[in-house]
C-alpha cells in the first residue's frame, strides 16, 4: 500500500505479456533443450509441512569447512553425470539460459525473444529454477536438507565476489569462464 501511496499521480506502470517460448524455432546454437516425447510428466507436488525445512547462508559468510565440502561434491557429480542426464550440470545451464538468454521466440512473433529476465516471470522462473537446481544438489550428496547459499547484496560484505567462489582454480564451485571475467570486471 505505501508503494501505491508514493507514487505520483501522474506515474505510469506498464508491463506486456509474455508469451510461450516456440520451442519448434529455437534461436540457440548449444542451449536450446531437446525436444522429448517419451519423458512421463509428473505434476508437482508441495513439499509436506513434516518435511525439514533448508536454511540457507549468505554466500559471504560461508565458512563451515563441511558445508563447502559438500556443495563441492554436489557440483562434481552434477558435472560428472553423462552429458545427456537433464541433472547434468550443463544440461542445467542450458535451462536457465534457454530461457534467460534469448534462445527461443515467443509464439506468433519469430523476431521477439522470449526472455524471462525482461518480464513479469523473472522471480517465478528464477524461485522454479533454484528449487529444482538445490533438490538435484542435494539427492546428489544424499542430503535432503542441503541449501544453496545466497547472495547477500543488503550486506556491504555481500557486494563483492564471496570467498567460496574465488579461492582456487581447483575449486568445482568455479566455472572458469565466468570466474575469469568476474575477476577482471
Same mark, same amino acid.
Given at each position: ?30 542451449c ?6 517419451n ?9 509436506r ?8 547462508q ?15 561434491v554436489?557440483?562434481? +557429480? ?19 539460459r ?10 506468433g ?17 528464477? +524461485? ?14 544424499n542430503?535432503?536438507?542441503?541449501a ?11 557486494m ?8 582456487s ?17
Amino acid at each position: 500500500m505505501a508503494f501505491r501511496n508514493s507514487l505520483p499521480k501522474t506515474a505510469t506502470i506498464t508491463t506486456f505479456p509474455l508469451l510461450a517460448p516456440d520451442i519448434t524455432n529455437p534461436n540457440c546454437t548449444n542451449c536450446c533443450l531437446p525436444i522429448t516425447t517419451n519423458i512421463k510428466i509428473v505434476d508437482f507436488v508441495l513439499p509436506r509441512p513434516s518435511d525439514l525445512l533448508r536454511h540457507r547462508q549468505a554466500a559471504h559468510k560461508v565458512d563451515n569447512v563441511e558445508y563447502l565440502v559438500k556443495y563441492a561434491v554436489a557440483i562434481e +557429480r552434477m558435472k560428472s553425470l553423462p552429458a545427456d542426464d537433464q541433472r547434468n550440470f550443463m544440461q542445467q545451464s542450458n535451462v536457465h539460459r534457454a530461457y534467460c538468454d534469448g534462445a527461443y521466440y515467443q509464439v506468433g512473433f519469430p523476431g521477439l525473444q522470449f526472455q524471462v529476465h525482461k518480464s513479469w516471470l523473472f522471480f517465478p522462473f528464477h +524461485r522454479w529454477y533454484l528449487y529444482f537446481y538445490e533438490k538435484i544438489s542435494g539427492k546428489l550428496i544424499n542430503d535432503p536438507t542441503f541449501a544453496l547459499p545466497f547472495w547477500n547484496y543488503d550486506d556491504p560484505d555481500g557486494m563483492q565476489l564471496p570467498t567460496m567462489y574465488a579461492k582456487s582454480n581447483s575449486n568445482a564451485l568455479i566455472w572458469a569462464s565466468q570466474t575469469q571475467n568476474m575477476r577482471v570486471g
